[in-house]
């Protein structure tokens, strides 16, 4: 499919599906294939296809479609059909029974739209399985809200002073994934021994993604148990990391993760970056100051504190900014506080919440 798109041109999804029952004639193993995992991979394709197009008309320079490599061609999905679960076992037409554990109960009378079998990179077999479900609207209230303010040296300072360092067993990991990579980089290209280094590289950076995660889960859990509303910041740090590239990938992705959880976990609302660590969070006074100064002390008013937790509360001001509430004075003091009393229903504010200056 991917090479008669780059000879041909576009194909709509009809063509592609054509082309598949065409394949079928001359390839007979692809009837060793469930037909609807099959079709997957051409509305696959065509979403490729599709968001190539899209790219290329807002002026980005695209290429071709490229074939994914066999190794890192990891996923394939049963769609509406092909597919049971049934005590304990994940029956997939065409390839058979297989013991499954299951993390959580699938609701009764309810209907699976989709199954994905994905295969790790060392080797380990998840599925994640889709249904419709309708969805329980819960009322938030505006008084239990905080800001955050996402970084490097603490991971969450939030408005009302707690503070999540960094884990520093994220330190510690990084140490063995820089000496699996010099392992590879000393192994001759193509032979078994470099084979079994980016194996090991594989796990190790696997161990290191799903501590992350489950760190990252942790920690979003707690802020949505506490609080209803949770405003951040807009994330454009990437720039502030100099750290080794890992590192660097690790923690930029874990603040993308941790906004996508807290997405779903609770209400987000993202506020504008602007000068967050810069105006004092009492008086409004700029107070600029470069990325080594830890303490926000302001000539104006007399406070100190420090820089995160004074960005916190700015990112706190900014968010209830939105909804029209100042800043209670209690706050405005740093001592944790009630703030008036103001409730939204959430079908009022679908999805994410974004606010452009
Ligand atoms: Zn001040």
Redesign the pocket.
Known sequence: MVEKINNEGFQTRNDLNYFLTELKEQESWLYSYHSKMLQMISTQIDGAQKSLIALNKKGHKVGKLKFAKYIEYRTFAYNQSGFEIKDGFLHLSKIGKIKIMQHRKIPENIEIKQIAVTRSKTGKWYCSITCDVDAVLTKFSITKSVGIDVGIKNFAYDSDGFVTPNPLNLQKMLKPLARAQRKIARRQKGSNNRKKAVRWYQIVHERVKNRRKDFLHQISTQYARKYDVIFLERLQKLNMVKNHKWARNILDSGWGTFTNMLDYKCMLVEVPAKNTTID??????A?PKSLVVRTHR??????VLDRDHNAAINILKKGLDIFNINLPQELREVTPVEIIPWSVKQEEATGRLVVVH
């Open positions: 004092c969070s009492r008086c409004g006074n107070v302001c000539d104006v008013c007399g406070l």
